[in-house]
């Protein structure tokens, strides 16, 4: 916090002004140290160097029913996605508008949202086969309460001020909802979208993971059974970027829609 | 100056939060009654929670008084009046999520005010509160001073007779504060509307008013009304004056007796004055 | 806004008390009615009273405390780990608000990827035992732990700091009479957090891939389609994590106050 400040070479005065590159230099040396103990100190039936994986990543997307696979991911991801907000708002707003309603319900919610709903993922499998329904369906269940919380929160902790200033000026409830509740709203939608998003790829990778006999969960197993790390860490990379890609969508959407809280 | 013509009559207005024996009761403001000119400024003066900004909330029809009741311009207050009244509050009230210019015309849309109109009256009210060339600006990215301004064009472009003001400068600095005094004077002057200006500063109240009311320790009423013959706008060299150091130094001697039993009351209940006024 | 209150708080607590109530009986009524009555599958939803019998004799034998037992001590050990790893790497990048800058962008970023996704690495590396639970389990909840770390003794008010020095705090009072009261609330949060998220993954994992404890023996019920035991278990499993999490934000609010 209280950053003394000894006296520094040309290369730490650099550094010193661009923490992204200490935190590249950290990253690449988190790697290089990967590269060196798969390389000198691991059984290679447990882990490959990373230039090996990047290397044989054609040969995972080359696996039968692998491209599938992670297709068919991807689209229940959307799904749940799109369906998880859907919901997740529609609720929050029938929940949130109404103080009885709010004080009813609302701990509900937040009790469903705490329980630790992979206990009933066998259950969801059941109900709904090992298709993608199942999938879509627990993506859904975990995306759709954090929208949920933070759309109530977001219509309820409006200023008060900003209420009565609106209602001096003769605003009609329904311009009271379209241009101030709504409005103050959209932040803390985005905040929760993005909750909503991991939600959403944890649920479903939860689910595929488990269904073993097909999707992607089938090529974990078979590739961890095989002892084949370049493959399973490859397939592993492949999702962990997607799951970046898709948070980083969601974030910069946020972003762009909280501009105005630039306080 | 004062005309006859009266453009809001309090009538025996007292109120109270809370319900009697409940340990958050409080009697805010007891038996007022005040006539309001056409044309007037009056300020309300008095110690934190005497009530002055329930009485202006009132006076809005933005609170309902316990007793009493209020006419503003023949009609009986029951609830709030935009075509009439105009309010700029104290706390930042402009909407975060609009441009100044947004702002301004979202008081005007909630009216039914035509696009061609609004873009007009709002520009026009920009340019009488010197912010024009900030109308596509945040909020968040204008200072305090600044925010008061665009409150205060908001509440100009409304065009209404009449504007309610709780202590729009309370939250900003000295001399933030003196300048928005003198541009008020010279705007409102030109406006001639009905003003109630509530205020917590003895300068502020000379400087700007008519007629300054000043409050008693709760539970609130009007002690004193205290004329103040000055033409408006107000020339800076007014605060100067022998007549200005008379009129201050009287509402001083007025408050300063009222100032302590507020403090000596809030200290013995363990509260906060400011909190109990305002709600 | 500005409203006439009297004793209406009460009554509407009371009355969003009365609809809770309503609501959840009615669930378990309509719960019932479909297992019975409107023949809904057997094989999909159990009689809740069957459920009911179920819970009672699972509680009664004791069968439960091998898995328990299994849970208990993988989310012990990695909460244990995620613990000590968070607070002392936070506590040291916290130090410098370049490192700060340096690592706190990374921890967010890496928290942003579901890390359940190295559970079959992990099981891969240390088998199908708890090890490969551990593992997951500590690895997630260190995230939390680390990033309010950092943010609680990275973000103490200078002038709190200043005031102490000023009036010759040395390092040591300045660390335990302002540095660490500021930043315990934050971190109290950091670690109730990861106590959730370990025991969320920890059971999540034992759903996934395990040769014991409570959600290997949820996913043994369900491959079994002994429906009426399974539900049982899940009750039994959600009170007991709602309860451990009650606990953890107890604590937090206790630690806070103090």
Not at chain 1, 111 to 118: K, R
Not at chain 1, 142 to 148: A, D, I, L, R
Not at chain 2, 242 to 266: C, M, P, W
């Amino acid at each position: 916090m209280v950053a003394a400040a000894p006296r520094r070479g040309f290369a730490g005065r650099v550094l010193m002004r661009r923490p992204w590159l200490a935190r590249l230099i950290v990253i690449t040396a988190l790697f290089a140290l990967w590269e060196i103990a798969a390389r000198g100190f691991v059984d290679p039936l447990f882990l490959s160097p990373p230039s090996q994986v990047i290397a044989s990543l054609d040969s995972v997307f080359g696996t039968r029913g692998v491209p599938a696979a992670l297709q068919l991911t991807l689209f229940e991801l959307t799904v749940a996605f799109v369906l998880a907000v859907a919901i997740g708002l529609v609720l929050g707003l029938a929940i949130g508008l109404q103080p009885l309603v709010r004080r009813s319900f609302f701990p509900i919610v937040l009790l469903l949202y705490g329980m630790p709903q992979v206990t009933i993922l066998p259950l969801f499998i059941l109900f709904f086969g090992i298709g993608a329904a199942s999938k879509i369906a627990f993506g859904v269940t975990h995306g759709m309460f954090p929208v949920t919380v933070t759309v109530v929160a977001g219509v309820q902790n409006l200023k008060p001020i900003l209420l009565i200033g609106a209602r001096s000026m003769g605003a009609s409830r329904w311009q009271i909802f379209r241009y101030v509740i709504f409005p103050h709203m959209v932040p803390s939608f985005f905040a929760g979208m993005r909750l909503g998003m991991s939600g959403v790829l944890l649920g479903v990778l939860l689910a595929e993971l488990y269904v073993s006999i097909a999707g992607i969960g089938y090529f974990t197993t078979l590739f961890t059974q095989n002892f084949d790390p370049t493959k399973l860490l490859g397939l592993i990379g492949v999702l962990a970027v997607m799951a970046i890609v898709l948070n980083a969508v969601v974030r910069r959407a946020e972003a762009h829609f909280a501009r105005w809280r630039t306080e | 100056m004062v005309t006859a013509e009266t453009a809001i009559k309090v009538r025996g207005v007292s109120h109270q939060f809370g319900v009697e024996g409940d340990r958050r009761f409080v009697r805010a403001l007891a038996d007022t009654s005040l006539d309001i000119a056409r044309g007037e400024l009056l300020c309300l003066i008095g110690p934190s929670g005497c009530g002055k900004s329930t009485l202006l909330n009132i006076i809005g029809g933005l609170m309902e008084p316990s007793s009493g009741i209020v006419e503003v311009r023949g009609q009986h207050v029951r609830g709030p009046l935009p075509a009439d009244i105009a309010f700029v509050f104290q706390e930042n009230s402009l909407f975060p999520w609009n441009t100044v210019i947004e702002n301004i015309e979202l008081g005007m849309i909630f009216q039914g005010v035509a696009k061609s109109e609004r873009t007009a009256r709002a520009a026009e009210a920009l340019e009488a509160v010197g912010l024009k060339d900030f109308a596509q600006h945040y909020p968040s990215q204008l200072s305090g001073g600044m925010r008061q301004r665009a409150a205060l064009a908001r509440a100009l472009s409304l065009q209404t007779p009449i504007l309610l003001m709780d202590e729009p400068f309370g939250a900003l600095d000295e001399q933030t504060r003196m300048i928005l005094g003198e541009d008020l004077s010279v705007l409102l002057a030109r406006s001639r509307k009905t003003i109630v200006f509530v205020t917590h500063s003895l300068g502020e109240a000379v400087f700007l008013a008519d007629r300054v009311a000043v409050f008693s320790a709760r539970p609130g009423r009007i002690k004193q009304v205290i004329a103040v013959d000055e033409p408006h706008p107000r020339k800076p060299e007014f605060v100067t004056s022998a007549k200005f150091t008379s009129l201050r130094n009287e509402l001083y001697g007025l408050l300063h007796d009222e100032i302590r039993k507020a403090v000596q009351q809030s200290a013995a209940a363990g509260t906060a004055p400011a909190a109990l006024g305002r709600a | 806004m500005v409203g006439k209150t009297g004793e209406r708080p009460s009554r509407d607590a009371l009355a969003s008390r009365l609809i809770q109530a309503c609501f959840l009986v009615s669930l378990v009524v309509v719960w019932y009615l479909a297992a019975t009555r409107w023949g809904v599958n057997r094989l999909l939803l159990p009689n809740p009273l069957a459920v009911y019998d179920n819970l009672l004799d699972i509680l009664q034998s004791g069968e439960f405390i091998d898995d328990l037992n299994t849970t208990l001590g993988e989310l012990a050990v990695a909460f244990a780990i995620s613990v000590t790893c968070g607070l002392t790497l936070g506590y040291l990048i916290s130090r410098s608000s370049y490192w700060i800058e340096v690592f706190d962008p990374l921890f967010a970023a890496i928290y942003s990827i579901p890390i359940i996704l190295f559970l079959p690495l992990f099981v891969l590396f240390f088998g199908l035992g708890p090890p490969s639970k551990i593992a997951l389990g500590a690895s997630i909840s260190f995230f939390p732990i680390v990033i309010n770390t950092i943010a609680g003794f990275g973000h103490v008010d200078r002038l709190l700091v200043m005031a102490a020095r000023s009036m010759g705090a040395s390092n040591y009072h300045l660390f335990h009479h302002v540095l660490l009261p500021a930043a315990l609330p934050v971190i109290l949060t950091g670690l109730r957090m990861g106590f959730t998220t370990a025991l969320l993954s920890i059971i999540g994992s034992e759903t996934l891939a395990s040769l014991a404890g409570l959600g290997h023996r949820i996913v043994h019920l369900a491959e079994a389609m002994e429906m009426a035991r399974m539900f049982a278990y899940i009750v039994f499993v959600v009170a007991i994590a709602v309860t451990l999490n009650t606990i953890v934000s107890t604590l937090e609010a206790r630690g806070r106050r103090n």
